[in-house]
């Protein structure tokens, strides 16, 4: 297993206690589905590592979990930070027309006016905004992840559809 066969659910944030508890961070859309996981996987140095959960409390989008074998607080120190992952197949179904940021790289946006205009090369996730990053006319556009601008996906023709807001690409012109 690689993280390109998984998605990334949270990290760890820091050590909790004194019995190997850890604080996470769980970067998904309902955190709450999750409650129930039995096993999932710590990056570490470049690899996949499994982990058993012996429990899980959520609260928003925080947690306190623990692991099998992880019984002190510098067992979990060693874990400080660590990405944790879920296989693909785990992601929860979507609607017609939502779509998961993996999923829509390489997908062409379309503009409700202006029709296709280049190719989703990346997304990007800061606290405030996501953003998607798209080669248009040799130029990289960023354009706002927004219900009001990002209006559903196609995935049989691979397109993004959008109405993206006046003037935003002759900025970048």
């Given at each position: 297993?690689?993280?390109e066969d998984?998605?990334?659910l949270?990290?760890?944030?820091?050590s909790?206690?004194?019995?190997?508890?850890?604080?996470?961070?769980?970067?998904?859309?309902?955190?709450?589905k999750?409650?129930?996981?039995e096993?999932?996987?710590?990056?570490?140095?470049g690899?996949?590592?499994?982990?058993?959960?012996?429990?899980l409390?959520?609260?928003?989008v925080?947690?306190?979990?623990?692991?099998?074998?992880?019984?002190?607080?510098?067992?979990?120190?060693g874990?400080?930070?660590?990405?944790?992952y879920?296989p693909?197949?785990?992601?929860?179904?979507?609607?017609?027309g939502?779509?998961?940021?993996?999923?829509?790289?390489?997908?062409?946006?379309?503009?409700?006016?202006k029709g296709?205009?280049?190719?989703?090369?990346?997304?990007?996730?800061?606290?405030?905004?996501?953003?998607?990053?798209?080669?248009?006319?040799?130029?990289?556009?960023?354009?706002?992840?927004s219900?009001?601008?990002?209006?559903?996906?196609?995935h049989?023709?691979?397109?993004?559809?959008?109405?993206?807001?006046?003037?935003?690409?002759?900025?970048?012109l």
């Amino acid at each position: 297993m690689t993280p390109e066969d998984c998605f990334e659910l949270g990290y760890i944030v820091r050590s909790h206690g004194l019995k190997g508890a850890m604080h996470v961070h769980l970067d998904v859309d309902d955190p709450a589905k999750y409650n129930k996981m039995e096993s999932v996987f710590a990056l570490i140095e470049g690899n996949l590592v499994p982990f058993l959960v012996k429990s899980l409390q959520i609260a928003g989008v925080k947690g306190i979990i623990e692991f099998e074998g992880i019984s002190s607080a510098e067992d979990a120190l060693g874990l400080k930070s660590c990405p944790l992952y879920l296989p693909l197949k785990l992601l929860p179904k979507l609607k017609e027309g939502q779509f998961y940021y993996h999923q829509v790289i390489g997908y062409t946006v379309v503009d409700k006016v202006k029709g296709p205009l280049g190719t989703i090369t990346d997304i990007y996730s800061s606290g405030a905004q996501d953003i998607i990053s798209m080669k248009y006319q040799d130029k990289e556009v960023l354009v706002p992840v927004s219900d009001e601008i990002v209006l559903h996906a196609d995935h049989g023709k691979n397109e993004v559809y959008v109405q993206l807001p006046d003037g935003l690409l002759e900025i970048y012109l």
